[in-house]
C-alpha cells in the first residue's frame, strides 16, 4: 500500500523560511514523481512543485520560483520542499502526492494517483 506522510507545516513570519517533507512508502516501482500541492481556505489546490525520482527533473509554479526548492533523498524515500521567503499568500495546507509519469513530471492534480494527509504552513504578515 502506497503511503504518503507530510510533515514540517508551522507558523513563521513574512520572510522565513521552511523545509516541508514527504516520507514516501509502499511504492512497488522507482519511477514514479512526488508533487507537492497547497490548498488555501477558499481556494482551489494548485500544484507547487514537484520532482522526477527516477531522473531528478523538476517543475515549479510561477508563483514560487526562485524561492521554493525541491529536492529527493532516494536513499531515504523522501521528498523535501524548501521553502524560503515565504509570503502570506503562501499559507495553506500543502500535501505531498504521487502518480507515475511519462517524462518531466508535471503539477496538473488530475495527474496523481496517492495523496497524504497535508500539513498546515501559516505565513504571518
Known amino acids: 500500500e502506497v503511503q504518503l506522510q507530510a510533515s514540517g507545516g508551522g507558523l513563521v513570519q513574512d520572510g522565513g523560511s521552511l523545509r516541508l517533507s514527504c516520507a514516501a512508502s509502499?511504492?512497488?516501482?522507482?519511477?514514479?514523481?512526488i508533487g507537492w500541492f497547497r490548498q488555501a481556505p477558499g481556494k482551489e489546490r494548485e500544484g507547487v512543485s514537484c520532482i522526477s525520482r527516477s531522473d531528478g527533473s523538476t517543475r515549479y509554479a510561477d508563483s514560487v520560483k526562485g524561492r521554493f526548492t525541491i529536492s529527493s533523498d532516494n536513499a531515504k524515500n523522501v521528498v523535501y520542499l524548501q521553502m524560503n521567503s515565504l509570503k502570506p499568500e503562501d499559507t495553506g495546507t500543502y500535501y505531498c502526492?504521487?502518480?507515475?509519469?511519462?517524462?518531466?513530471?508535471?503539477?496538473?492534480?488530475?495527474?496523481?494517483?496517492?495523496w497524504g494527509r497535508g500539513t498546515l504552513v501559516t505565513v504571518s504578515s
Open positions: 502526492a504521487s502518480y507515475r509519469p511519462y517524462g518531466t513530471p508535471g503539477l496538473r492534480d488530475g495527474l496523481y494517483d496517492y
Open positions: 509502499g511504492f512497488a516501482w522507482d519511477d514514479y514523481a
